[in-house]
């Protein structure tokens, strides 16, 4: 049996996935952004699995771009993990619908909780488009979550290697499905969201989309020291280097790996990050990482 894990990383959590997986079914293990640069993207394996983050409650728009280069053939067995801080949203419920769009079908879909990495609200109503925060994760849970996550991957690939299929993991709120079928996200999600970049013209695109221009709210403080790690580990090489500064090109994956691994914590998100704890996965190193980036 040939075996491939397809991952999409940016803090590490999705690549600890991905290689756990990978060193118990002896699969090899790809980067979907080095695949991203290919025209045509064709996988010949018995087994495809797919490791990325939880987006918005979605998956993320490199994976849906991913996805429609994917071409596979008949009868290959596909699944899914995906990786959240506090939910599993729908994404596997849209990486099935995607998927099917592309004439195949995802045998099963699994959930596996790993340590916030992006930005929450702050309970305060005053100000509320700037009372934004970096969530700090204390190190006791960090490390409760990844034995609870080696636990689940166990499981996991045990499935798989069993060919089950049918599972398919999703929120379990009834707000969230609600919100979907009223829109909410399209609209209201969407308008909150650039009000919190200080996107003040978004653009007429779906919100999955449109979050690349949410990128106008990162800047370099300081203690930025031009050392280009930033550019580097950006999984859409959406930035530049000018004069020793990084700047953001409108293609954002908002997958916050350039603030997460600057070595100067110098990135901020506007206000939201300024003297806040970084994270990635401890047992992912910055190499690990600049070997998933195209650039």
């Known amino acids: 049996m040939s075996a491939e894990i397809l991952v999409f990383s940016a803090t590490g959590n999705s690549l600890a996935v991905a290689q756990d997986l990978s060193n118990r079914m002896e699969a090899k293990l790809l980067s979907i952004p080095t695949l991203m640069t290919r025209h045509q993207v064709s996988i010949d ?25 994917l071409h596979l053939r008949h009868g290959t067995y596909v699944f899914a993990v995906c990786t959240c801080g506090d939910t599993p949203g729908l994404a596997v419920d849209h990486l099935r619908v995607l998927l099917r769009f592309r004439g195949v079908e995802l045998a099963a879909g699994y959930a596996v909780r790993m340590p916030y990495n992006y930005i929450t609200p702050t309970p305060t109503l005053r100000g509320f488009f ?34 089950e299929t049918g599972t398919f993991e999703r929120t379990s709120d009834v707000i969230t499905p609600l919100t979907e079928r009223l829109g909410l996200p399209e609209t209201l ?7 919190i970049a200080g996107v003040e ?16 709210a990162f800047w370099a403080d300081d203690a930025c020291n031009g050392c280009r790690v930033c550019a580097r580990i950006c999984p859409v090489q959406n930035i530049e280097m000018m004069r020793d500064r990084p700047r953001w090109q409108g293609r954002c994956e908002q997958c916050f790996a350039c603030l997460q691994w600057c070595p100067q914590e110098a990135i901020q998100f506007r206000e939201a990050t300024v003297s806040k704890r970084r994270y990635h996965h401890p047992d992912v190193t910055l ?3 600049l070997g998933l980036s195209p650039g």
């Open 189 to 195: 999600g969407k308008w909150a969201w650039m009000k």
């Open 45 to 69: 394996a018995d087994l495809v699995g797919l490791v990325f983050p939880v987006y918005h409650k979605s998956f993320p728009l490199i994976v849906k771009r991913f996805i429609e280069k």
């Open 201 to 216: 013209n978004p653009p007429d695109l779906p919100f999955l989309e449109a979050r690349q221009v949410m990128d106008r």
């Open 130 to 163: 700037r009372s934004f925060t970096l969530r700090q994760i204390p190190v006791e849970t960090q490390q409760a979550l990844a034995e609870a996550a080696a636990a689940k991957v166990a499981s996991v690939a045990a499935a798989v290697r069993a060919r």
């Open 287 to 289: 190499a690990d990482m």
